[in-house]
């Protein structure tokens, strides 16, 4: 069954190619476009994309207040949303992430980038650009709580060497490849992760990580 994505972005050119490169892979299918973030979060809550993918600079409401919109903390059914950018600034990735992002990608990623965080947010997971990610969860994490919260039930080891894995940016399949444990005993290792340290997806596994000085750079 085919990923569906609502893509939106204010210039049309560029709105036009991602649309033309999405559309390419065998099992991603644009359903609906936008030039501005109001209509792109009319368009996802009407369509109910697996995947939205939004630029940052768009009229009206930008692609982070879109992103809080459909994904934000307080939003009880959020979607998947992944932001794309032509500039990689370290305030507009942490601006994403905090409204709800599950990926962070700059415009220049490339076909196999771009399609790999449809299938990694359709999939519940989280891409970042690597160009970013090591800088950014070290610097987004220093910009959070003072005191991350701490788990009520004390992590396994084996939910500490998850933990580590996903804060490496590893994919399910390489922790199970790591550590020599099947796919599915990953996922129950990461819902179980995310449970104990109130996290919503792998970003904030990964955030935490950080926080917690678990993981360092």
């Not at 979060?41 to 459909?70: H, N, S």
């Not at 009880?76 to 962070?104: K, M, N, Q, S």
């Not at 796919?183 to 997806?201: D, E, P, Q, W, Y």
């Amino acid at each position: 069954m085919s990923i569906r994505v609502v893509v939106a972005d204010d210039q049309e050119i560029v709105r036009t190619g991602l649309t033309m490169i999405l559309n390419s892979q065998p099992d991603i299918q644009v359903v609906g476009e936008a030039a501005n973030g109001h209509r792109a979060v009319e368009l996802a809550r009407q369509l109910r994309p697996d995947v939205c993918l939004f630029d940052i600079r768009m009229p009206g409401l930008d692609g982070i207040e879109a992103t809080r919109a459909l994904a934000g903390p307080e939003v009880p059914d959020p979607l998947a949303v992944v932001v794309i950018t032509t500039f990689d600034l370290d305030e507009h990735v942490y601006a994403a992430l905090r409204a709800g992002a599950r990926g962070f990608l700059l415009k220049d990623a490339g076909t196999a980038m771009l399609a790999q965080a449809m299938h990694a947010a359709a999939n519940g997971d989280a891409l970042i650009e690597p160009s970013v990610t090591a800088r950014l969860l070290k610097t987004f994490a220093a910009s959070g709580p003072a005191a991350p919260a701490q788990p009520v039930d004390a992590l396994t080891h084996r939910e500490e060497q998850v933990l580590t894995a996903v804060a490496s940016g590893r994919t399910n399949s390489e922790i199970a490849a790591e550590l020599f444990i099947t796919l599915s005993t990953v996922k129950t290792h990461i819902t179980s992760l995310m449970t104990k340290i109130g996290a919503r997806n792998r970003v904030e596994i990964a955030v935490w990580a950080y926080e917690t000085y678990r993981v360092r750079r």
